[in-house]
């Protein structure tokens, strides 16, 4: 909820809260649609196991689970595991179903399929402790969106559960966790989810 995504005005600011709800229920709506429609050479059974897992991935089990917790947890003292739920949920879940439905399309054993998922799980998490660092040590104009705007929110944040430095440590841990899912991979194929899992790592806004 920021006025600015990438240096421009947000949907909600732009045309309006009502405007930018229904865009995200297009968009979602648009998901199932692409999955079904677009869909060529696979099997019926991949494409419904795709489904059931995109439903998961962001209704009352993934994405809506995890704001609905961080919304009731603004001001609230939370813990680790209590923010570690939030963001496996809020964030992760997106991540995994992202990775998780190009596995499964693409005829992934259950084996790669689960490794593929923890990858995912481990850079969600990688995303936004990353993404409470540059907060608190990046200006604005350096993110593209309002630094800050967390500890005025009163939201817990990794750097001031952990403190910068432990809180950069965890990302480093959790990208090392996630590279290591791929290692039983094609180096070669594996090569843009390392890419990515490094650009979520380093990145400076």
Known sequence: NDDFRRGKPTNHIVYGEDVAVLAGDALLSFSFEHITTATKGVSSDRILRAIGELAKCIGSEGLVAGQVVDVCSEGADVGL????????????????????????????SDEEIEKLRKFARS???????VDDILDVTKSSEELGKTAGKDLVAGKTTYPKLLGIEKSREFAEKLNKEAQEQLSEFDQRKAAPLIALANYIAYREN
Not at 85 to 95: C, G, N, R, S, V
Not at 123 to 128: A, E, K, N, S, T
């Open 81 to 108: 595991d209590h923010l570690e739920f939030i963001h496996l949920h809020k964030t992760a879940a997106l991540l995994e179903g992202s990775v998780v439905l190009g596995a499964i399309m693409g005829g992934g």
């Open 123 to 129: 850079i969600g998490l990688l995303f936004q402790v």
